[in-house]
C-alpha cells in the first residue's frame, strides 16, 4: 500500500494537478521554448521554414488560405504527422521539407509547443454555406451514413469534433478547404492511411464529393471554446 | 382465430447468427425464407453510434441490449427437491433482443472445439478407460467428426473474418499460434490484433510455466476487410466497449455487418420484427413441421406455414419452444428417460487477479472483446487426465475488454467495501492489476436439464423455462486444478494474487457467461439426442434446431464458432442433400 501514498497525495493536491496527472506530464518549460524558437524559424530551414509564418504563435491556422490550426492538438499527434512529412509517409510539397529539416528533438519540442497553445475561441463569423449541405455534414459527423457504410465521425474524433487525445485529431474549427483537401487526399489515394488499419482512407473511400464538402463545412462552423490545452502525454 | 398466411418455403423463427446465416445460404440457394424476429430492426448506423452507445450504465449495467425478464424469463433451481423462482434480474447470462441477437453485444473471442470433444465418450473410454467419467456424468458423443465440421468452421471464421495466428495448418505445429487447437485448412484470414502490455507480461509469464501463449482468435477486426458475401468491414480501433454494446466501428462481426447487407432486400426474404412466435406447428401423425404460429407486433395471432422450419432463437429459448409445441419427450430426471431438455451445461467459470506495482500502467480501457492473449496447455485433451479425477478442462486468458468507470474497480479483498479506503484502493489498482480468466468446460449430468415450469408464465401466459442447474463435482475438480496453474502464472507476473474460485453452490446472480448450452443435443440415435448430426429433429425431418442448445457437453470454449459452423454445415446439408428429397437425413 506505500507506494500509493504519494500518488495518491498529488492527486489530492488540486484538480489541476490531476488533471495533469490523467493527461500525461506538463509540457517542460525547456520543451516549450525550444518549440517557440522552431516556431519562430530555428528549424533547419530557417526563416522559410518559420511554422508561425503560416500557422501562427497561437497555432490559430489560417482559416482563408487552409492552413490548419495546431493549437490545443496532442502533441502525439502533431508529433507523429511531423515525423510522417518528414519521412514522406505523409506527402505534402510543404511541409515534407520543412520537417525534414528539423532534427528530432526540435520535431518533438514543437509539437509540445503547439500542443500547449489553447485553442482559439471562433470568432463571430462562421463558414457561410448551403444549410441543407451543413446537416448534412452533421449527420455525417454525429450518425455516419448506412447507405455509405460509414460509421459517425464523433465515433473517433469525440462529440463535435472536439478530438480525443492523444490519437484523434480535433476536427473542430479546422478550416474547411483543410479537411476537404485531406478528405480527397485519401480518396484519391494521395495520402496513405496507416497501416494496417487505413482508418481514414478506408471511410474518405466511401464518401461522395458532396459528402466531403458537408462534413467539412460542417467541422469548420463548429465554434470551439476558447480555453481547451491538450498537454499530451509525451515526455 | 388465427390469421393464415401463405405457406413459405423456410421459416426461420430468431434472426440472430443462425438465421441470418441460415437466411443467406437459404435464399442463395433459391428458397424463399421468412426471418420472425420478436424483436425491433437495428442496424449499425444510426443505433450503435457513440457517444450513445457508450452508455456503460445504459447498456453494461442495465441490460440494455439484452431480453427484458419481464416479458419472458426463465425460472431456476440447483436441485429438483427446491422449488424453482422467476430470474427478476438478468445475472448471470445474459440473452440478447432485437435483429442480430447476442451477436450484437458478444465479445468476439471465436474458438475452435477439439477433435475429441466432438466424440468424447469414445475418446476418454479408449484413452483412460469407462472409470474417468463420473457416475451421473451423461457425456456422449456428437454423432458428427471435426474433420467434417471443418470447411465450415473455416467458412465461418472467414465470413467474421477472425484474426489470429495459426497454430495447427493441416496438421503442421505452426510457431506463434496454439499447439493444441485441432487442424485448421487455412491460415486464419486476418493477423490477429496488436496485443497490450498485460497481454505481453502474460505470455512471458506462462513461457516460464512451460505453457504456449498466442493471440485469442478475435472477430474484432485487426485491419479492413471483405467477407465472402461481399459484406465490408473496418478495423477495431480498441475503444473498450464490446461486451454488452454494439460495435459503432462496423469492426466486431455481428449478423448485421456480416451477413444481413446481402440478405436485407433480396427478393426472396422477407423480415418481420415485433414477432412472437409462440408454437411450431406440428402434424404428430406425419411427423412433420406444419409451420409456426406467432403474435405480430399488433398483437394478432398469426400461422405461417413453411416447408421447413429452422428454430434460430438463443440456447434455451430454442428448447423451451420444442417443450410449447409438444415436439420430442421431456427429459425426466428421475428415470433418465426422454431427451428435451437433457444435457443443459454452461461454463465453469474463474478467475484470478494479480494486484501489480502502481508504476505499472496496463491503461485497461484500451480493449477489445476479443484482445488478449492465452493458453490452452489445460484444455481438453491437451493434457493427460490420468490420476486427477476429471475431465475436461479450461484456457487461461489475459483479456483486456475495456476498462469502463463504473464496473472496473478491481480491489483485493481486504479493502473495505465503500469509503475513502475503497475509492483510494480503486485509484491504486485500476491501472495496474492484471485478471487472468479461466474458462472452463461444463460437463452434462443427469440432475441438469430443462423443462417446463409447472407455475410461472410469460406475459403471452406460456409456462416460463426451468432450469434446474449446479456445477458437477467433475467441473469442480476441474476449475480448482486450473485455475491453480493460473495462480501459478499469475505469480510469475508478480505482484498480488488472489484467485475467485468456483465455490458454493451455482448462483444466477453474479454474471459469469451467456454461455448457456445443451438442451436440445445432436447425436447418434433418437434415444440419446434431439437432432441428428445435421441438427434435423428425429421426430420431424423439416425441423432443424440451431445453436448451442445441440451441444451434448460444453468444452472449455466460447461456443458461437461452432454455433456458426453448424449453422452452416446444417443449411449445407438442407441445400444438398434435403430439398431435392425431404426425408430424415439420418435413419432413425
Redesign the interface.
Known amino acids: 500500500m506505500r507506494p500509493a501514498l504519494p500518488l495518491a497525495l498529488l492527486l489530492l493536491a488540486g484538480t489541476a494537478a490531476a488533471a495533469v496527472e490523467l493527461l500525461g506530464n506538463p509540457p517542460s518549460p525547456r520543451q516549450v521554448a525550444s518549440g517557440r524558437a522552431v516556431a519562430a524559424g530555428a528549424g533547419g530551414q530557417g526563416q522559410q521554414g518559420a511554422c508561425f509564418a503560416c500557422h501562427g504563435f497561437d497555432g490559430a491556422g489560417q482559416a482563408a488560405a487552409g492552413f490548419p490550426a495546431l493549437a490545443g492538438q496532442s502533441a502525439e499527434y502533431l508529433h507523429e504527422q511531423l515525423e510522417r512529412y518528414a519521412s514522406g509517409a505523409r506527402p505534402n510539397p510543404i511541409m515534407q521539407p520543412i520537417a525534414a529539416a528539423m532534427t528530432p528533438d526540435q520535431r518533438r519540442d514543437v509539437s509540445v509547443y503547439y500542443a500547449a497553445q489553447p485553442p482559439q475561441a471562433s470568432a463571430g463569423a462562421r463558414p457561410q454555406g448551403d444549410p441543407a449541405l451543413l446537416q448534412h455534414g452533421g449527420n455525417l459527423s454525429a450518425i455516419g451514413s448506412a447507405e455509405r457504410g460509414v460509421q459517425a465521425c464523433q465515433n473517433c474524433h469525440g462529440p463535435g469534433g472536439i478530438g480525443l487525445w492523444p490519437n484523434y485529431p480535433r476536427l473542430a474549427g479546422q478550416p474547411a478547404d483543410y479537411l476537404a483537401a485531406q478528405l480527397r487526399a485519401w480518396k484519391q489515394g494521395e495520402r496513405p492511411g496507416d497501416e494496417p488499419y487505413n482508418f481514414m482512407a478506408n471511410i474518405a473511400a466511401r464518401l461522395t464529393e458532396d459528402d466531403i464538402r458537408a462534413v467539412s463545412l460542417y467541422f469548420a462552423s463548429v465554434r470551439t471554446v476558447p480555453r481547451q490545452a491538450g498537454t499530451g502525454v509525451l515526455p | 382465430m388465427a390469421q393464415r398466411l401463405p405457406e413459405v418455403d423456410v421459416v426461420l423463427v430468431g434472426m440472430g447468427w443462425t438465421g441470418a446465416l441460415l437466411a443467406k445460404e437459404l435464399t442463395d440457394a433459391g428458397l424463399k425464407v421468412v426471418g420472425l424476429e420478436r424483436g425491433r430492426a437495428r442496424?449499425?448506423?444510426?443505433d450503435f453510434?457513440?457517444?450513445t452507445m457508450h452508455d456503460e450504465l445504459r447498456y453494461a449495467v442495465r441490460h440494455g441490449l439484452m431480453l427484458d425478464p419481464s416479458t419472458e424469463t426463465l425460472t431456476f433451481r440447483n436441485f429438483t427437491s427446491q422449488t424453482a423462482l422467476p430470474i427478476r434480474q438478468l445475472g448471470s447470462f445474459l440473452p440478447g433482443v432485437n435483429l442480430g441477437g447476442a451477436g450484437v453485444h458478444w465479445n468476439g473471442q471465436t474458438w475452435r472445439f477439439q477433435e475429441s470433444d466432438f466424440v468424447l465418450r469414445s475418446h476418454l473410454r479408449q484413452r483412460y478407460g469407462e472409470d474417468i467419467i463420473q457416475d451421473g456424468l451423461t457425456i456422449q458423443d456428437w454423432g458428427l467428426t471435426y474433420a467434417e465440421l471443418e470447411p465450415f468452421y473455416d467458412r465461418f471464421e472467414r465470413i467474421c473474418g477472425i484474426g489470429g495466428i495459426v497454430g495447427n495448418l493441416r496438421g503442421e505445429i505452426q510457431p506463434g499460434g496454439d499447439p493444441f487447437e485441432p487442424p485448421r485448412s487455412n491460415p486464419f484470414p486476418n493477423?490477429p490484433m496488436p496485443q497490450p502490455y498485460a497481454a505481453a507480461l502474460f505470455a512471458r509469464a506462462a513461457e516460464q510455466a512451460g505453457a504456449h501463449p498466442f493471440p485469442v482468435p478475435t472477430a474484432n477486426l485487426?485491419?479492413?476487410y471483405t467477407n465472402p458475401y461481399g459484406c465490408?468491414m473496418?478495423?477495431c480501433?480498441a475503444?473498450g466497449f464490446c461486451e454488452r454494446f454494439g460495435c459503432?466501428?462496423?469492426a466486431k462481426a455481428s449478423p448485421q455487418v456480416c451477413v444481413l447487407p446481402k440478405v436485407l432486400g433480396h427478393e426472396r426474404f422477407e423480415l418481420r420484427t415485433g414477432s412472437t412466435v409462440t408454437r411450431v406447428n406440428y402434424d404428430r401423425q406425419g411427423k412433420r413441421a406444419t409451420g409456426v404460429t406467432y403474435i405480430n407486433g399488433r398483437g394478432q395471432e398469426v400461422e405461417q406455414p413453411a416447408a421447413i422450419v429452422a428454430l434460430c432463437a438463443f440456447s434455451y429459448h430454442n428448447v423451451r419452444l420444442l417443450l410449447l409445441s409438444g415436439i420430442g419427450t421431456p427429459y425426466d430426471p428421475r428415470s433418465g428417460e426422454g431427451t428435451l431438455g437433457k444435457n443443459y451445461t454452461y461454463q465453469t467459470m474463474s478467475g484470478v487477479s494479480v494486484f501489480m506495482?502502481?508504476?505499472v500502467n496496463l491503461n485497461p480501457y484500451m480493449g477489445a472483446g476479443a484482445l488478449g492473449t492465452a493458453v490452452n496447455d489445460w484444455n481438453g485433451e491437451a493434457f493427460d487426465h490420468s490420476g486427477l479425477g476429471f475431465v475436461g478442462g479450461a484456457y487461461i486468458a489475459a483479456y483486456q475488454t475495456g476498462g469502463r468507470p463504473i464496473e472496473r474497480h478491481p480491489v483485493p479483498q481486504d479493502t473495505p467495501r465503500w469509503g475513502a479506503g475503497w475509492k483510494?484502493a480503486v485509484?491504486?489498482h485500476y491501472n495496474s492489476t492484471l485478471s487472468l480468466t479461466v474458462h472452463g468446460s461444463s460437463m452434462p449430468h443427469r440432475g441438469n436439464y430443462l423443462d417446463l415450469d409447472p407455475t410461472y408464465r410469460d406475459s403471452l401466459g406460456n409456462p416460463l423455462l426451468r432450469m434446474t442447474f449446479d456445477f458437477p463435482a467433475n467441473d469442480r475438480l476441474m476449475s480448482d486444478y486450473v485455475t491453480d496453474r493460473a495462480v501459478d502464472i499469475a505469480n510469475r507476473i508478480g505482484g498480488k494474487v488472489e484467485a475467485a474460485r468456483r465455490t458454493g453452490l451455482y448462483s444466477v446472480v453474479p454474471y459469469q457467461t451467456t454461455h448457456n448450452t445443451g438442451g436440445a443435443i445432436m447425436g447418434q440415435t433418437p434415444r440419446d439426442s434431439v437432432v441428428n448430426r445435421y441438427l434435423q429433429h428425429w421426430d420431424a425431418h423439416n425441423l432443424f434446431v440451431m445453436g448451442a442448445c445441440t451441444y451434448p457437453h460444453n468444452p472449455g470454449y466460447n461456443p458461437t464458432d461452432t454455433v456458426g459452423a453448424l449453422a452452416l454445415w446444417a443449411a449445407r446439408a438442407i441445400r444438398d442433400d434435403y430439398i431435392g428429397n425431404p426425408r430424415p437425413l439420418v435413419p432413425a
Open positions: 442496424q449499425t448506423v444510426p453510434q457513440s457517444p493477423p485487426s485491419r479492413p465490408a473496418q478495423p480501433n475503444c459503432e466501428h462496423f506495482d502502481p508504476d483510494q485509484r491504486r
